[in-house]
């Protein structure tokens, strides 16, 4: 069998263990919560990752299974695909392909972070205008962050400066993703905690609603922090 045959075959086996783990009631939970697929089987998580783990990492497969309009096919593409294969380019076309929150968490969280060249990418997609390129920018920060949470001044500026303008013009997917990477740079030390509150303490008697809301974000933020810091003295 050559590769062509066996890449349909891998396709067809797939989808076959797709149709057969599809759960109607959870496809139509999603459709009212705005998750809008072209094909949705509403296969869950965990079995999702079952198939996946069924493969071998492929490049070929992973770029098939992503070029499918399906849900499912869509999450084990990031699961399956080589982080050694995924030139910066690719990147690119399948953040632009990306159309709603689910595909965006969950491929930040699967393949985009492991990225060699992640941290470059992610602060070229916060600084886009599109919606889910800023999303996807700042979930996989927000992933960095977890793993490596210190940047260098330039940088953290760049940072603070995108998240705190997503947070307040941004859509809602945009700020709530631009809200999850501002927390989690907080967590990483105290220096950053206080950074973040000197940017924002302007706002806490500003008459914008939403500086005000971004004031007290972070506020309960660093009050989290300070109980945390407390328990684990005593």
Request: hydrophobic share 40%; glycine share 4%.
């Amino acid at each position: 069998m050559d590769s062509k045959e066996q890449l349909h075959q891998q396709l067809k086996e797939i989808k076959t263990q797709l149709r057969l783990s599809m759960n109607g009631a959870v496809s139509q939970s999603m459709r009212e919560k705005g998750l809008v697929y072209k094909l949705n089987f509403g296969v869950e998580l965990p079995r999702i990752k079952g198939i996946a783990a069924g493969y071998e990492k492929s490049h070929a497969l992973a770029q098939a299974l992503w070029k499918e309009d399906i849900r499912e096919c869509k999450i084990l593409a990031g699961l399956i695909q080589p982080v050694d294969r995924f030139l910066p380019e690719i990147a690119d076309i399948w953040v632009e392909n990306i159309s709603n929150i689910e595909i965006a968490e969950l491929t930040s969280m699967n393949l985009f972070q492991y990225l060699p060249y992640a941290p470059a990418k992610s602060f070229h997609w916060i600084a886009d205008e599109r919606e889910y390129l800023q999303v996807c920018g700042f979930l996989t920060i927000a992933r960095l962050l977890m793993k490596k949470g210190d940047m260098n001044e330039r940088v953290e500026n760049e940072f603070l400066d995108q998240a705190i303008c997503a947070f307040l013009s941004g859509t809602y997917h945009v700020r709530n993703a631009a809200t999850t990477a501002i927390r989690r740079f907080m967590q990483h030390s105290e220096d950053n905690a206080f950074r973040v509150c000197r940017r924002v303490e302007s706002f806490k008697d500003s008459a914008s609603e939403t500086e005000q809301l971004l004031y007290n974000l972070v506020r309960e933020e660093i009050f989290s922090l300070s109980l945390l810091l407390s328990t684990k003295k005593d």
